[in-house]
């Protein structure tokens, strides 16, 4: 999540609209079935951003971890479709589809804030229930992180360290204690939460937010730009246009 | 005697059967600066609960300017009553600070410009104004503090009751939460806080209640907290102040100092004399 100033273009973008044309350049990157397509809107896509002031370097430090879950999970596919001479083909047509969503996705949300991806949801008319869940485990995901390790930091103060492997007893068996009071702890703060709401008049409802501001042709440019060039890759494709072709 | 809050014989056991309150009686007063003093167990945060209707009596009355808690007016209670918790991370839980102190208000339905005028007010009261759109994890813990503050204020409680308002704060974020509470004293307000620090009871508080398992072993002003008995048998210490006079009984003083200011004033005086 962005906890910055807002710079660019893309980063100022209204949420909705990043929320909105992510979701279709998702859907139309899984639609793409050419490598070199896959590709091409990758570069476009990496191209637009840093034309739009998106600090792109720090972007993709965070994609790392990602990025390896999907080349696992790409390669175990490619070896599974190694029978029918097609695996790596489709290994790479995996990874690339699932490099692109990940990218975008990444990108959008960590160009928003907090309260900006809640706005957008509400914006958007995504049910309050499922807004003000978002937002209470956005809210609370940092205190909790605090707390298991404040937890971590007593038992080590106490000389506890932490096994070396999976098959340490006794490592398994202080997580599940450690797990285990911070549920009971997060079950007593929800508590004093609800009370801390009854005492200001809470009646039942969902978590209050502040209405949006309008979209501008600026967020509409960013949107548009974001969804142009899967949109145009795959209208070639399904037309059977293909650039590599052309540059032969 | 103008009561801002009459408990009478008042018991309260949790779910697990533990006995928090063994029949309080209370009376405090109206736009006093009043300090719940007692030990860790003493009940002080339950019989909290109760002055805004979280809790109800499970048995006895609790009355809070002259109106009977009871389920039926729990919601303009609580419009009158502003509670501060102890840890501002269970008060402060909207995404942005301005909706974090809008929510009480939004609760009441109030017109966009009464809640937008509230929020500006009670962000400027604790200083925070500028920090409407930052998320509270954003914030400090004292600035986080303010906020919960804020989030009352924009209620316009005319009592204020804070439960440990000092814990994990630091010498800054205390003494700019006392210009706080002395401003809205000001203006009318009560104060009701829970504690057990004795210092500041002792020189910050007009009445002082002395809580030990569960019922009320005394009050009256703040001279309760130099009687031996009361700070014995509510396993509590000294204030500062009386501990260093009660030792200095060479000073001769009729009356303990009530502050650091008068203390300081007496000794002048004494080793002026002394020095003529």
């Not at chain 1, 142009?228 to 059977?240: D, I, T, Y």
Request: with cysteine.
């Amino acid at each position: 999540m962005k906890s910055s100033e807002q710079h660019g273009i893309f980063q100022a973008a209204d949420g909705r609209v990043k929320l909105i044309s992510t979701c279709i350049f998702v859907a139309l990157v899984t639609m793409i079935y050419s490598w070199y397509n896959l590709v091409a809107v990758l570069f476009i896509f990496t191209i637009e951003l840093l034309a739009m002031n998106f600090p792109i370097y720090k972007h993709l430090k965070r994609l790392m971890i990602p990025v390896f879950l999907v080349g696992i999970m790409s390669a175990l596919m490619g070896l599974a479709e190694m029978s029918s001479g097609q695996g790596v083909e489709r290994g790479i047509i995996l990874f690339l589809r699932a490099l692109c969503a990940v990218f975008a996705i990444n990108a959008a949300v960590s160009s928003m804030t907090v309260p900006e991806v809640l706005h957008s949801m509400k914006g958007l008319r995504v049910p309050d229930m499922l807004v003000s869940l978002v937002g209470f485990t956005l809210r609370y995901a940092d205190v909790f992180s605090k707390e298991m390790s404040r937890m971590m930091t007593a038992r080590k103060s106490r000389g506890y360290s932490p096994g070396k492997n999976l098959w340490h007893f006794a490592t398994m068996k202080i997580i599940g204690q450690t797990i285990g009071a911070l549920f009971l702890r997060s079950y007593e703060r929800s508590e004093r939460i609800y009370f801390s709401m009854l005492s200001r008049g809470y009646t039942g409802g969902t978590m209050p937010l502040r209405e949006t501001s309008r979209i501008k042709a600026a967020d509409l440019f960013a949107g548009i730009s974001i969804v142009l060039a899967p949109a145009v890759f795959k209208m070639a494709e399904m037309r059977g246009i293909s650039w590599i072709a052309l540059l032969k | 005697m103008d009561c801002a809050v009459e408990i009478d014989d008042l018991f309260f056991h949790h779910k697990d059967g533990t006995r928090a309150l063994k029949g309080i009686n209370l009376r405090i007063r109206r736009g006093r600066r009043t300090v719940i003093l007692g030990p860790n167990g003493a009940g002080k945060s339950t019989l909290l609960l109760h002055l805004n209707g979280i809790y109800l009596p499970q048995k006895g009355t609790v009355k809070v300017l002259g109106m009977e808690v009871n389920p039926k007016n729990e919601k303009k209670l609580r419009e009158i009553v502003g509670l501060v918790f102890q840890d501002p991370d269970d008060q402060v839980f909207c995404p942005t600070v301005w909706e974090d102190v809008a929510f009480g208000p939004l609760n009441y339905d109030l017109p966009e410009e009464e809640v937008d005028k509230r929020v500006d007010e009670a962000l400027k009261a604790v200083r925070l104004e500028g920090l409407e759109q930052k998320a509270p994890f954003h914030l400090s813990y004292g600035q986080k503090k303010r906020v919960a503050i804020a989030g009352v204020l924009a209620l316009k409680p005319e009592i204020f009751i804070l439960d440990e308002p000092h814990a994990f704060l630091d010498p800054y974020s205390r003494a700019e939460l006392l210009k706080i509470l002395d401003a809205l004293n000001g203006q009318g307000s009560s104060i009701i806080v829970a504690t057990h620090d004795v210092d500041f009871a002792y020189e910050w508080a007009d009445d002082v209640v002395v809580m030990k398992d569960g019922i009320v072993l005394a009050s009256g002003d703040r001279n309760i907290l130099t009687d031996d008995k009361i700070i014995n048998e509510a396993e509590l210490e000294y204030p500062l102040l009386v501990k260093l006079f009660k030792k200095l009984s060479e000073a001769r003083c009729d009356k303990i100092p009530a502050s650091v200011d008068e203390a300081a004033e007496f000794l002048r005086r004494k080793m002026n004399g002394k020095c003529q």
